[in-house]
């Protein structure tokens, strides 16, 4: 079957640490891979996407590569800010087909 | 990016009434839309993907005569929550797709919050 497994949170570091949410996921075929997130109250944003192995999607300073031998879609970014604190959802996609399946989600909270 | 608004952002209503959630894609033709429901602290749970002109498809375990979903333009759908319960009580998000099956990239509404007393 298809699934998305992301580390637990909360997660809080202070103003410019370095940022991992491991994602690994389990599909059949080929998926694309996401990171949505989701500020306070309002709904999920695209932050970046991947759609083929060694792919890697990065937006706003985050990155995130495609790695089909460790089956993984890890988030990173450099230097974390206040406004990166969110919800961050990790998501594959089949090429074809309507089902998108999402991480349970990690909380980052960024501290001054 | 595409943009995708929802209407109500909150509702408050009484057990036993219904409540109608507008979702709509403002700057592009959404043949698909999906609805979610996010309970707190938990992920998206898909309910139904909606086509524009057809009957709405079900997830299993979601009850198709509670949440009533229509999807009568390529911009408009709606999800009737038909006498609502307390534990009806969620964050219903939707999301659109432009264009055919093989546009893998959803844009996600803002979300409503539904609180049933």
């Known amino acids: 079957g298809n699934s998305v497994t992301q580390m637990e949170g909360p997660v809080t570091l202070s103003e410019e640490a370095f940022l991992t949410i491991n994602c690994t996921y389990t599909a059949t075929g080929y998926p694309s891979l996401f990171w949505y997130v989701q500020y306070p109250g309002e709904g999920l944003q695209l932050l970046l996407k991947?759609?083929?192995?060694?792919d890697k999607g990065s937006n706003k300073g985050f990155e995130a590569t495609y790695r089909k031998e460790t089956t993984s879609f890890h988030l990173e970014k450099g230097s974390v800010q206040v406004s990166d604190s969110a919800v961050y959802f990790c998501a594959l996609s089949r090429k074809t087909g309507n089902q998108f399946y999402f991480g349970t989600g990690t909380s980052l909270t960024v501290i001054p | 990016g595409a943009v995708v608004s929802q209407h109500p952002s909150r509702v408050i209503c009484k057990s036993g009434t219904s409540v109608k959630i507008e979702c709509r894609s403002l700057?592009?033709?959404?043949?698909?839309m999906f609805w979610y429901r996010q309970f707190p602290k938990q992920s998206l749970m898909l309910m139904a993907t909606?086509?524009?002109?057809?009957?709405?498809?079900?997830e299993q375990g979601v009850e198709k005569d509670k949440f009533l979903i229509n999807h009568a333009s390529l911009t408009l759908s709606t999800l009737t929550v038909t006498s609502a319960h307390p534990e009806d009580s969620s964050f219903y998000i939707c999301?659109?797709?432009?264009?055919?099956?093989?546009?893998?990239?959803?844009?996600f509404g803002p979300g409503t919050r539904l609180l049933v007393l």
């Open positions: 909606s086509n524009e002109g057809s009957k709405a498809t079900y």
């Open positions: 999301s659109a797709r432009e264009g055919d099956r093989y546009q893998e990239t959803q844009y």
């Open positions: 700057d592009f033709q959404a043949t698909t």
């Open positions: 991947a759609t083929k192995a060694d």
